[in-house]
């Protein structure tokens, strides 16, 4: 399975953009996979979760994101998507969509994540 996604750019604080991450490759290996979500690295830091979204629409999100951000998923395109609104500097980091056989709450806590897209950045200027 290959997840690739797109949707970064520069934007100014309080903009928006809507990345995309589209799953490919064997239907069965994706079928298998219940919670897609994304994470983010700024440089010098970890990976920390954002969202995440179950097959059967449960959301999660990080705190500093909540209320700003909104993840969506479309099964039938194995397809999730995140619209980041009012975006601002501190958001600015490498956005990696993830898949995951396990559950909302494992993908979540970073566990059970069978699949990586490669990164998109996003950057915020003030």
């Known amino acids: 399975v290959q997840l690739q996604a797109s949707g970064g750019g520069l934007v100014q604080a309080g903009g928006s953009l809507r990345l995309s991450c589209v799953a490919s490759g064997d239907i069965s290996s994706i079928d298998a996979l219940d919670a897609m979500g994304w994470y983010r690295q700024a440089p010098g830091k970890q990976r920390d979760m954002v969202a995440a979204i179950s097959s059967g629409g449960y959301t999660d999100y990080a705190a500093p994101v909540k209320g700003r951000f909104t993840i969506s998923r479309d099964n039938a395109k194995n397809s999730v998507y995140l619209q980041m609104n009012s975006l601002k500097p501190e958001d600015t980091a490498v956005y990696y969509c993830?898949?995951?056989?396990?559950?909302?709450?494992?993908?979540?806590?970073?566990?059970?994540?069978?699949?990586w897209g490669k990164g998109t950045q996003v950057t915020v200027s003030s």
């Open positions: 993830a898949a995951s056989s396990g559950t909302i709450l494992t993908i979540s806590k970073g566990r059970i994540i069978d699949y």
